[in-house]
Antibody, heavy 124, light 106 residues
Framework: QVQLQESGPGLVKPSQTLSLTCTVS??????????YSWVRQHPGKGLEWIGY???????DFNPSLKSRVAISVDTSKNQFSLNLRSVTAADTAIYYC????????????????WGQGTLVIVSS | DIQLTQSPSFLSASVGDRVTITCRAS??????LAWYQQKPGKAPNLLIY???SLQSGVPSRFSGSGSGTEFTLTISSLQPEDFATYYC?????????FGQGTKVEI
C-alpha cells in the first residue's frame, strides 16, 4: 500500500524559502499514472491545491502561487519536493503531499493517497 | 479557475439521519468530481470519485450523484464516525479546486 510522508522545517522566517519533501513508500514515483501534488490548508480553513509534478518532470501550478513555487522530483530517492519562496505569515498552513491517480476509466481521476500533513509556521 | 460552492456550510444532524450535501460548479465539469471526508487533525480521505464511484473500503452508506454543474453527496444513515468536514473537488481542469467545505456536526 502506497504511503506518503512529508518532512521539513516546521518554522520558516518571513521572506525565506519554505522547503518540504514528500517520501513515497510502497510504490514508485516513476511507475506512471500518477501526478504528485502539494495541497495546503490554512488553519481552520479549506483546501488549496498548490501544484503537481509528473515523474517525467512536467509540472503545473496554481496561478495564485506560480511566481513563488517550484516542485521537483528525485526518482532515485522516490521523493518529490516543494519550494515556496518569499514566504509571509499568509503561507502559514498545513502542507499535504498527495497522489493524483490519473489512470482508469474516464472521469476516475482522484486524489487517492495523502500524507498526514505537516504544519509550517512562518514567523520571525 | 472553476469555483465550487458547497451548501450548506454547516449541517446539524443526528445519528441515523439521511444527509445530503450539494456542490455547484461555476462551469460544466462533466463527472470530474470527487468528495473527501476530513476529520480534525487528519488528512482528507477520498470517498467518491467520478461523481458517483465509491472508493474501495468506503461504506456503502455514502453515495454521490450529478454531472455538469450540480453534484450531491448523500449519507444514507449518519453514523457517529461520519461527523466531519466534507469537501468536493473538481478534476476537470487545472488548477484543481475544492469547495469551501461542509461541516457535519451534532
Amino acid at each position: 500500500q502506497v504511503q506518503l510522508q512529508e518532512s521539513g522545517p516546521g518554522l520558516v522566517k518571513p521572506s525565506q524559502t519554505l522547503s518540504l519533501t514528500c517520501t513515497v513508500s510502497g510504490g514508485s514515483v516513476i511507475s506512471g499514472g500518477h501526478y504528485y501534488s502539494w495541497v495546503r490548508q490554512h488553519p481552520g480553513k479549506g483546501l488549496e491545491w498548490i501544484g503537481y509534478i509528473y515523474y517525467s518532470g512536467s509540472v503545473d501550478f496554481n496561478p495564485s502561487l506560480k511566481s513563488r513555487v517550484a516542485i521537483s522530483v528525485d526518482t532515485s530517492k522516490n521523493q518529490f519536493s516543494l519550494n515556496l519562496r518569499s514566504v509571509t505569515a499568509a503561507d502559514t498552513a498545513i502542507y499535504y503531499c498527495a497522489r493524483e491517480n490519473i489512470v482508469g476509466p474516464t472521469h476516475s481521476v482522484r486524489f487517492d493517497c495523502w500524507g498526514q500533513g505537516t504544519l509550517v509556521i512562518v514567523s520571525s | 479557475d472553476i469555483q465550487l460552492t458547497q451548501s450548506p456550510s454547516f449541517l446539524s444532524a443526528s445519528v441515523g439521519d439521511r444527509v445530503t450535501i450539494t456542490c455547484r460548479a461555476s462551469q460544466g465539469i462533466s463527472s470530474f468530481l470527487a468528495w473527501y471526508q476530513q476529520k480534525p487533525g487528519k488528512a482528507p480521505n477520498l470517498l467518491i470519485y467520478g461523481a458517483s464511484s465509491l472508493q474501495s473500503g468506503v461504506p456503502s452508506r455514502f453515495s454521490g450523484s450529478g454531472s455538469g454543474t450540480e453534484f450531491t453527496l448523500t449519507i444514507s444513515s449518519l453514523q457517529p464516525e461520519d461527523f466531519a468536514t466534507y469537501y468536493c473537488q473538481q478534476l476537470n481542469s487545472f488548477p484543481r479546486t475544492f469547495g469551501q467545505g461542509t461541516k457535519v456536526e451534532i
